[in-house]
């Protein structure tokens, strides 16, 4: 039931001036009154007072509808209808002491009552009160015995208490109601197999294979059971029963590998061998068989030639995905082959799958490790095709075109990767998406773009250093904001305190703000921490000491950023001024 807030007050408020009435009649239930006889006249009072308060229910007006239920209670003590009612708004209220109070008295004054009884079960269910369900809901299937929702509660609950005998019962009771199936004879055997009873177990099988002969999925299932209970001898006699039927059943054949494997290791691998390489068997299968193959290969004497000769084997057959090349790369992998060898392997995953974004991505990976962009970006721009949704590859094409200096394609492929932004996108990508767009937008001369970009990147990774530093410079080169630049550009400087770059940064903000002495303290740190710093910094540190009236040591460096090739128009004249001159 959905109540506004302001209907929910109103109910509250109603609670509150009449706390003890509903309650009160509850207990006094529970102390075992007895039933009230109405006259004629006590009757009709009451059934007019409890239809207008499903009448104002059904309106809305469920502050007025439980006034009015309160009063068909006291009209009425023993009225199992008002009882239920009630406990629909105690419900909502979220007092379950009282809901379940009411909706007990509803059922215990109307035994027969299946709507009751079924509410009542239901509670003390959402309650995790599995033993009073349970009794509810034997009262239920006392009415109603050939009800299989009832039925079928009734198996959980039995089972949530290992109720194992009552468990089988209710499935035999569904099996005479709805006919035998595959689920009541499955769901019988696991009964069986927890109660330790083998031999009910088997029959149950034995039933569904005598049922459905020509389903040999039975008759595997159980083989394995017979392997299971360590009865090898009729394992096998009823595996090689199945294989005669159907030479290539492929879950036989992994049951007998099973079997082999403990007892006859060149038939084993013989048997391994065939179910690798024949067409029928699914990928998911050989890629599980060549994992284990793997692992027990490791453990004994690690012969990495004879495993690779096993996997191409398997590759020589037709492949319908990408799954076994990976495979075979993630062995390579292992045994630190060749990174060309490895990616070769995924190139040919990538020729059967094209869509297989892992072959892909770790691919570009070893790509972008050669600092070949070109083809990162051809390996890059067909996965956005494939996989319009994976970012991953928006990123790798744009990055390659950034560090090629490419910017306007860098834009138009992040562009396109942004669209593709949702709730689960990996932050770290998504930051560096907006702080290189930001980046490309400055450059352009677009600072509102810019620091739009750079506000987004902080939204999705408020600690990336490269973002905070670059939008806290560009804002103090425009004085605008001084005290946001001078918050972002001490995260910089306390995650990494020895970044010359950041520090220089945070020393030229502090100066745009007038703070000259604490400007001079971190510009020296900069500079003890990078002696090749570039010619703009080594002006800013001129600055700086001019504004802190050490003339000699400003001109040094200001001689210094002019010999080190300074651009800066006004650095001449700074010199020849002997003090710094605002631009």
Known sequence: MNITRKLLIAVLACIAAVPAMASNAVVQQEQGDTATTLTPDEQRRFEYFFLEAINQQTEGNLSAAFDLF???????????????????????????????????????????????????GQFYINSKDYPKAITAYEKLYAIDRNNPDIITVMLQLYGSQNDYDKMIAMLDRLETIQGSSDRISLTKMQVYEQQGKKR?????????????????????????????????????????????????????????????????????????????????TPSDTKVTLLRQAIINNEKQDG??????????????????????????????????????????????????EPDNTSARVALLQDIWKTQNYDKVIAISHPGQEYNPDEMVFYYFEGLAHYMKKENDQTLEVFQKGVTQINKDSDPDIVADFYAIMGDIYHEKGQDSLAFAAYDKCLQWKPDNVGALNNYAYYLSEKNEKLEKAETMSRKTIDAEPNNSTFLDTYAWILFMEGKYADAKTYIDRAIENDSTLSDVVIEHAGDIYSMNGETDKALEYWNKALQG???????????????????
Not at 565 to 583: Q, W
């Open 565 to 583: 090739g300074s651009g800066s128009a006004l650095l001449k004249r700074k010199i020849e001024l002997k003090k710094y001159i605002k631009e």
């Open 70 to 120: 309160q009063h068909a209670l006291e009209l009425n003590p023993n009225s199992p209808e008002t009882y239920y009612n009630l406990a629909g708004f105690y419900i909502t209220l979220q007092n379950d002491t009282l809901a379940g109070k009411c909706f007990e008295t509803a059922a215990r004054l109307a035994p027969t009552n299946t709507t009751y009884l079924e509410k009542l």
């Open 200 to 280: 009910e177990e088997e029959n149950v099988l034995k039933d569904l294979i005598a049922k459905r002969p020509n389903e040999l999925g039975y008759s595997v299932m159980y083989g394995n059971w017979l392997l299971r209970n360590d009865r090898t001898k009729e394992a096998y006699k009823q595996l090689m029963s199945v294989l005669r039927q159907e030479p290539k059943n492929v879950p036989a054949r992994l049951s007998l590998l099973d079997y082999y494997n403990t007892r006859d290791h060149a038939k084993f691998k013989e048997l391994l061998r065939q179910l690798l390489t024949d067409s029928e």
């Open 303 to 352: 012969d990495s030639v004879a495993m690779m000769n096993l996997i191409d084997e398997v590759l020589q057959q037709p492949q319908k995905d990408g799954q076994i090349y990976l495979l075979k790369a993630g062995y390579m992998l292992l045994h630190q082959m060749p990174e060309a060898d490895i990616d070769s392997v995924y190139v040919k995953a990538l020729e059967v």
